[in-house]
């Protein structure tokens, strides 16, 4: 029997090469014409002149911009609410995101909080709901991994914890896609978000609020990030395995926002708190080392991840095809260079209880409970024990 389920319809999306340059059309759209736009960009991008790509089009079309660039990895609670005051500074109409992942998520929330919000840790954790009036947002994401173009959730940290904001009205208006503008990362980066996308997938159909429907948009994300994530990292030039990576991370961020993600995300998160660690490296090697154990509670699901990770699983029953998943993962984390070993952070066998730990804080443990597996602090020590002797 099919359980029953809800499905919330994604955003508008716009793809296309060369796309970006109707930005200014799509703003007028929004937020009126000579509509105030605050632009918030990577640093990085501002110094390539990706940003200035991004604003040339605004301005063509009568709306003047203030950029916004104060941004790092893991935004700062702070910096998304230097973003509110920008927005409230500038009278802006609308905010348009240009980055990765920390990007849009500091600011989607930075403009759903422009008109009448709080500071911005008075959202954490969904502790008190976010205001329904907010900027209209458009999202461009330059990373193929996030989701973040697609998903109600907000992720940002203070000095000590890595929190997250979540609700309808962190949705952006309109997320444009332009394969042109990812082809700047560099190999080592394009693995890193390819497989944060392959890991949203994977935990969507799997995790226990997966549904046929959105178990069938994971699955295909990671059957075309099969394909073309290595294209991608090899021939960074390629436009159409970056437009194929591109969708697919957005497909994986559709599905992942309507079930949610599992305990990979949760000890991901628990090593970049405790570490700093690349959020896409740090899903990857914690699926690598829970798959396992979530396999085994979920072999139907794993079994069709094991499939679309091109691991041959025919006339083979579910359990014995689900444990094929964890190989065919290892090897494919191998095949595009992403770093096992976690010594270059300076961790250790000996973390692993410490990390444990971490995993069952409140803002880690809702994702580690949305796991098929019922993991413990015992079980989750075992794990991460694995991930840390990993070479």
């Known amino acids: 029997m099919i359980a029953p389920f809800n499905f919330d319809a994604p955003i508008p999306l716009a793809f296309g090469e060369g796309r970006l340059a109707k930005l200014g059309r799509d703003v007028t759209k929004l937020a009126g014409e000579s509509a105030r736009v605050v632009l918030v960009a990577d640093p990085f991008l501002i110094e390539s002149g990706l940003a200035a790509d991004a604003e040339r089009p605004l301005t063509e079309a009568g709306h003047a911009v203030t950029v916004f660039s104060d941004i790092r990895s ?3 609670a702070s910096s998304i609410d230097a973003i509110v005051i920008a927005c409230r500074n500038s009278d802006a109409g609308c ?11 500091a600011a989607k929330l930075a403009a759903a909080l422009a008109v009448e919000g709080d500071a911005t840790e008075a959202y954490a954790l969904g502790s008190q709901p976010i205001p329904r009036k907010g900027l209209p947002k458009i999202a461009i994401p330059t990373t193929s991994g996030t989701g973040s173009e697609v998903t109600r959730t907000s992720v940002f940290s203070t000095d000590d914890r890595k929190l997250w904001a979540y609700g309808n009205e962190l949705r952006f208006n309109l997320a444009l896609l332009d394969p042109t503008v990812t082809a700047g990362m560099p190999p080592h980066l394009t693995a890193a978000t390819g497989i944060d996308a392959a890991v949203h997938a994977i935990e969507s159909a799997t995790c226990k609020r997966r549904n046929p429907v959105s178990s069938s948009m994971a699955l295909g994300a990671v059957r075309t990030l099969r394909r073309w994530l290595r294209i991608a990292i090899s021939e960074p030039g390629n436009i159409e395995a970056r437009g194929h990576v591109q969708i697919a991370a957005c497909v994986a961020g559709i599905a992942f926002d309507v079930t949610g993600v599992a305990v990979a995300h949760g000890m991901g998160h628990a090593i970049g708190e405790l570490a700093g660690v690349h959020h896409g490296r740090a899903v990857g090697l914690a699926l690598n080392a829970t798959m396992i154990d979530s396999a085994g509670a979920a072999p139907e699901a794993y079994a069709a991840v094991a499939d679309s990770l091109g691991t041959d699983v025919a006339g083979l029953g579910d359990a014995e095809a689900a444990h094929k998943a964890g190989p065919a993962f290892d090897a494919w984390l191998r095949e ?17 209880g410490r990390i444990a730990s971490l995993c069952l804080k409140p803002e880690n443990k809702v994702m580690v409970d949305g796991d098929s597996f019922a993991f413990t602090h015992d079980s989750l020590k075992q794990a991460a024990e694995r991930m840390l002797a990993a070479a």
């Open 74 to 76: 893991d935004p700062l």
């Open 95 to 105: 905010v348009v995101a240009m980055g990765g992942g920390s990007t849009m998520d």
């Open 336 to 352: 595009v260079d992403l770093r096992l070993s976690l010594d270059d952070h300076g961790l250790s066998t000996a973390d692993a």
